[in-house]
Protein backbone atom coordinates (compact mmCIF):
# COMPACT_ATOMS: atom_id res chain seq x y z
CA UNK A 1 0.00 0.00 0.00
CA UNK A 2 3.08 2.06 -0.58
CA UNK A 3 2.12 5.42 -2.91
CA UNK A 4 5.34 4.99 -4.67
CA UNK A 5 9.53 4.22 -4.48
CA UNK A 6 11.88 7.21 -5.24
CA UNK A 7 15.41 6.84 -5.73
CA UNK A 8 14.97 3.11 -4.16
CA UNK A 9 13.60 4.07 -1.42
CA UNK A 10 9.78 3.45 -0.05
CA UNK A 11 7.48 6.53 0.19
CA UNK A 12 4.29 6.30 2.05
CA UNK A 13 2.14 8.81 4.19
CA UNK A 14 0.04 7.24 6.72
CA UNK A 15 -1.50 10.74 7.24
CA UNK A 16 -3.20 10.66 3.96
CA UNK A 17 -5.98 8.31 4.82
CA UNK A 18 -7.70 11.37 7.10
CA UNK A 19 -7.76 13.90 4.41
CA UNK A 20 -11.70 15.38 3.98
CA UNK A 21 -11.83 15.16 0.66
CA UNK A 22 -15.07 16.42 -1.23
CA UNK A 23 -17.16 13.92 -3.03
CA UNK A 24 -17.36 15.92 -6.62
CA UNK A 25 -14.79 18.56 -8.01
CA UNK A 26 -15.03 21.13 -5.84
CA UNK A 27 -13.79 22.82 -3.21
CA UNK A 28 -14.45 22.17 0.56
CA UNK A 29 -16.71 24.40 2.15
CA UNK A 30 -19.63 24.27 5.13
CA UNK A 31 -21.93 23.26 2.46
CA UNK A 32 -20.06 20.47 0.65
CA UNK A 33 -20.59 16.76 0.58
CA UNK A 34 -16.99 14.98 1.50
CA UNK A 35 -15.69 11.61 2.48
CA UNK A 36 -16.82 12.73 6.20
CA UNK A 37 -20.14 13.04 5.90
CA UNK A 38 -20.75 10.12 2.99
CA UNK A 39 -19.22 7.46 5.80
CA UNK A 40 -21.26 9.08 8.57
CA UNK A 41 -24.21 8.39 6.23
CA UNK A 42 -23.63 5.16 6.27
CA UNK A 43 -22.60 4.74 9.65
CA UNK A 44 -26.60 5.64 10.19
CA UNK A 45 -27.72 3.47 7.62
CA UNK A 46 -26.14 1.01 9.75
CA UNK A 47 -27.63 1.44 12.53
CA UNK A 48 -31.21 1.79 10.81
CA UNK A 49 -30.59 -1.30 9.62
CA UNK A 50 -29.44 -3.58 12.72
CA UNK A 51 -32.08 -1.57 15.04
CA UNK A 52 -34.67 -1.07 13.01
CA UNK A 53 -35.03 -3.62 10.06
CA UNK A 54 -33.05 -6.03 11.75
CA UNK A 55 -34.73 -6.70 14.88
CA UNK A 56 -38.53 -6.00 13.38
CA UNK A 57 -39.23 -9.25 13.24
CA UNK A 58 -39.24 -9.94 16.67
CA UNK A 59 -38.62 -13.59 16.09
CA UNK A 60 -38.73 -15.86 19.55
CA UNK A 61 -35.55 -17.58 18.13
CA UNK A 62 -33.49 -14.61 17.12
CA UNK A 63 -32.39 -13.98 14.00
CA UNK A 64 -28.04 -12.50 14.08
CA UNK A 65 -29.13 -9.06 13.47
CA UNK A 66 -31.72 -9.70 16.16
CA UNK A 67 -29.16 -11.09 18.93
CA UNK A 68 -26.98 -8.29 17.96
CA UNK A 69 -29.79 -5.62 18.42
CA UNK A 70 -30.91 -6.90 21.66
CA UNK A 71 -27.30 -7.33 23.00
CA UNK A 72 -26.69 -3.97 22.36
CA UNK A 73 -30.00 -2.90 23.75
CA UNK A 74 -29.38 -5.03 26.87
CA UNK A 75 -26.07 -3.39 27.37
CA UNK A 76 -26.08 -0.12 27.40
CA UNK A 77 -29.72 -0.30 29.44
CA UNK A 78 -27.99 -1.54 31.99
CA UNK A 79 -24.98 0.17 32.05
CA UNK A 80 -27.26 3.70 32.15
CA UNK A 81 -29.85 2.25 35.04
CA UNK A 82 -26.20 0.98 36.93
CA UNK A 83 -24.50 4.12 36.97
CA UNK A 84 -27.39 6.96 36.48
CA UNK A 85 -29.88 4.76 38.14
CA UNK A 86 -33.88 4.75 37.62
CA UNK A 87 -33.63 8.86 36.86
CA UNK A 88 -30.94 8.32 34.12
CA UNK A 89 -33.08 6.27 31.90
CA UNK A 90 -35.29 8.96 30.29
CA UNK A 91 -31.38 9.79 28.46
CA UNK A 92 -31.23 5.73 27.24
CA UNK A 93 -32.43 6.77 23.75
CA UNK A 94 -29.65 9.93 23.62
CA UNK A 95 -26.95 7.73 25.10
CA UNK A 96 -27.82 4.40 22.56
CA UNK A 97 -27.54 6.24 19.87
CA UNK A 98 -24.21 8.04 21.06
CA UNK A 99 -22.88 4.69 21.55
CA UNK A 100 -24.32 2.80 18.33
CA UNK A 101 -22.93 5.94 15.83
CA UNK A 102 -19.61 5.96 17.48
CA UNK A 103 -19.09 1.64 16.77
CA UNK A 104 -20.33 1.60 13.78
CA UNK A 105 -18.34 4.46 12.41
CA UNK A 106 -15.03 2.92 13.94
CA UNK A 107 -16.41 -0.91 12.41
CA UNK A 108 -16.70 0.86 9.71
CA UNK A 109 -13.35 2.57 9.50
CA UNK A 110 -12.12 -1.09 9.65
CA UNK A 111 -13.09 -1.88 5.80
CA UNK A 112 -9.66 -0.91 3.48
CA UNK A 113 -10.58 2.28 1.28
CA UNK A 114 -12.78 3.48 3.77
CA UNK A 115 -13.04 6.59 5.73
CA UNK A 116 -13.12 7.10 9.51
CA UNK A 117 -15.48 9.94 11.00
CA UNK A 118 -14.65 9.32 14.42
CA UNK A 119 -10.83 10.10 13.61
CA UNK A 120 -11.62 13.49 13.08
CA UNK A 121 -11.74 16.24 16.14
CA UNK A 122 -14.30 17.89 13.94
CA UNK A 123 -16.52 14.71 14.44
CA UNK A 124 -15.48 14.37 17.90
CA UNK A 125 -15.62 17.34 19.83
CA UNK A 126 -19.43 18.08 18.72
CA UNK A 127 -20.40 14.30 20.25
CA UNK A 128 -18.43 15.37 22.95
CA UNK A 129 -19.66 19.11 23.16
CA UNK A 130 -23.25 17.70 22.73
CA UNK A 131 -22.84 15.52 25.64
CA UNK A 132 -21.14 18.05 27.71
CA UNK A 133 -23.94 21.48 27.32
CA UNK A 134 -26.72 18.44 27.24
CA UNK A 135 -25.55 17.61 30.90
CA UNK A 136 -24.68 21.55 31.91
CA UNK A 137 -28.24 22.25 31.23
CA UNK A 138 -29.98 19.16 32.56
CA UNK A 139 -27.87 20.06 35.81
CA UNK A 140 -29.18 23.23 36.23
CA UNK A 141 -32.89 22.49 35.30
CA UNK A 142 -33.22 19.96 37.93
CA UNK A 143 -30.71 21.66 40.47
CA UNK A 144 -31.15 25.27 39.83
CA UNK A 145 -28.29 27.02 41.77
CA UNK A 146 -27.92 23.52 43.75
CA UNK A 147 -26.00 22.29 40.75
CA UNK A 148 -23.15 24.40 41.90
CA UNK A 149 -22.59 22.23 44.71
CA UNK A 150 -20.92 19.94 42.25
CA UNK A 151 -17.81 21.86 42.51
CA UNK A 152 -17.70 22.58 46.34
CA UNK A 153 -16.58 19.78 48.36
CA UNK A 154 -17.67 19.61 51.41
CA UNK A 155 -16.07 16.96 52.90
CA UNK A 156 -12.52 18.81 52.35
CA UNK A 157 -11.33 20.71 54.92
CA UNK A 158 -12.90 24.51 54.72
CA UNK A 159 -9.38 26.15 53.43
CA UNK A 160 -9.01 23.62 50.84
CA UNK A 161 -12.60 24.41 49.53
CA UNK A 162 -11.93 27.42 47.68
CA UNK A 163 -8.62 25.92 46.18
CA UNK A 164 -10.31 22.50 45.01
CA UNK A 165 -13.29 24.33 43.77
CA UNK A 166 -11.31 25.59 40.93
CA UNK A 167 -9.84 22.89 40.47
CA UNK A 168 -13.18 21.35 39.95
CA UNK A 169 -14.44 24.10 37.47
CA UNK A 170 -11.68 23.53 35.62
CA UNK A 171 -11.55 19.99 35.34
CA UNK A 172 -15.56 20.25 34.48
CA UNK A 173 -14.80 22.67 31.19
CA UNK A 174 -11.78 20.03 30.57
CA UNK A 175 -14.06 17.53 30.00
CA UNK A 176 -15.17 18.23 26.45
CA UNK A 177 -11.31 18.32 25.33
CA UNK A 178 -10.66 14.84 26.81
CA UNK A 179 -13.66 13.21 25.84
CA UNK A 180 -12.82 13.67 22.25
CA UNK A 181 -9.75 13.81 22.24
CA UNK A 182 -9.65 10.36 23.84
CA UNK A 183 -11.74 8.80 21.21
CA UNK A 184 -10.34 10.86 17.83
CA UNK A 185 -6.65 10.04 18.90
CA UNK A 186 -6.68 6.22 20.01
CA UNK A 187 -8.79 5.47 16.15
CA UNK A 188 -6.81 7.91 14.22
CA UNK A 189 -2.93 6.64 15.88
CA UNK A 190 -4.09 2.57 15.20
CA UNK A 191 -4.96 3.20 11.63
CA UNK A 192 -1.47 5.71 10.56
CA UNK A 193 0.37 2.19 12.50
CA UNK A 194 -1.71 -0.09 10.07
CA UNK A 195 -0.49 2.37 7.27
CA UNK A 196 3.23 2.70 8.13
CA UNK A 197 2.86 -1.84 8.58
CA UNK A 198 1.20 -1.93 5.07
CA UNK A 199 3.57 0.55 3.49
CA UNK A 200 6.90 -2.17 4.83
CA UNK A 201 4.84 -4.87 3.40
CA UNK A 202 6.00 -3.57 0.33
CA UNK A 203 9.50 -4.26 1.18
CA UNK A 204 10.16 -8.14 0.08
CA UNK A 205 12.64 -7.99 3.23
CA UNK A 206 10.41 -7.28 6.16
CA UNK A 207 7.18 -8.25 4.55
CA UNK A 208 6.05 -11.31 6.28
CA UNK A 209 6.69 -9.43 9.52
CA UNK A 210 4.66 -6.23 8.17
CA UNK A 211 2.03 -8.87 7.02
CA UNK A 212 2.35 -10.37 10.84
CA UNK A 213 2.01 -6.52 12.34
CA UNK A 214 -0.75 -5.79 10.30
CA UNK A 215 -2.70 -8.38 10.99
CA UNK A 216 -1.84 -7.94 14.94
CA UNK A 217 -2.77 -3.98 14.29
CA UNK A 218 -6.26 -5.07 12.93
CA UNK A 219 -7.41 -7.17 15.39
CA UNK A 220 -6.62 -4.76 18.18
CA UNK A 221 -8.33 -2.04 15.80
CA UNK A 222 -11.43 -4.27 16.11
CA UNK A 223 -10.83 -4.31 19.85
CA UNK A 224 -10.04 -0.67 20.29
CA UNK A 225 -12.71 -0.01 18.16
CA UNK A 226 -15.65 -1.03 20.49
CA UNK A 227 -13.76 -0.05 23.61
CA UNK A 228 -13.60 3.39 22.90
CA UNK A 229 -17.33 3.35 22.01
CA UNK A 230 -17.36 2.01 25.32
CA UNK A 231 -15.36 4.44 27.11
CA UNK A 232 -17.22 7.46 25.63
CA UNK A 233 -20.70 6.25 26.80
CA UNK A 234 -19.82 4.86 29.66
CA UNK A 235 -18.28 8.96 30.39
CA UNK A 236 -21.05 10.06 29.69
CA UNK A 237 -23.61 8.27 31.79
CA UNK A 238 -20.93 9.26 34.59
CA UNK A 239 -21.33 12.73 33.23
CA UNK A 240 -25.30 12.52 33.44
CA UNK A 241 -25.25 11.06 37.14
CA UNK A 242 -23.11 13.81 38.06
CA UNK A 243 -25.95 16.56 36.70
CA UNK A 244 -28.56 14.36 38.18
CA UNK A 245 -26.91 13.56 41.60
CA UNK A 246 -24.28 16.94 42.17
CA UNK A 247 -23.68 16.74 45.78
CA UNK A 248 -20.13 15.63 46.93
Not at 190 to 216: D, E, Q, R, W
Request: aromatic content about 12%; overall charge neutral; proline content about 5%.
Amino acid sequence: MADKAEEGGLVFHPMDQFIVKPLFDSDVTWYTPTNTALWMGFSVIAIILLLVIGSSKRAVVPSRSQSVAELAYGFIYKMVEDICGKEGLKFFPYIMTLFMFIVCANFLGLIPTSFTPTSHFAVTVVLALAVFITVTIVGFVKNGAGFLSLFWVSSAPLPLRPVLAIIELISYFVRPVSHSIRLAGNVMAGHAVIKVFAGFAALTAVSPVAVLGITAMYGLEVLVSFIQAYVFTILTCVYLKDALHPHH
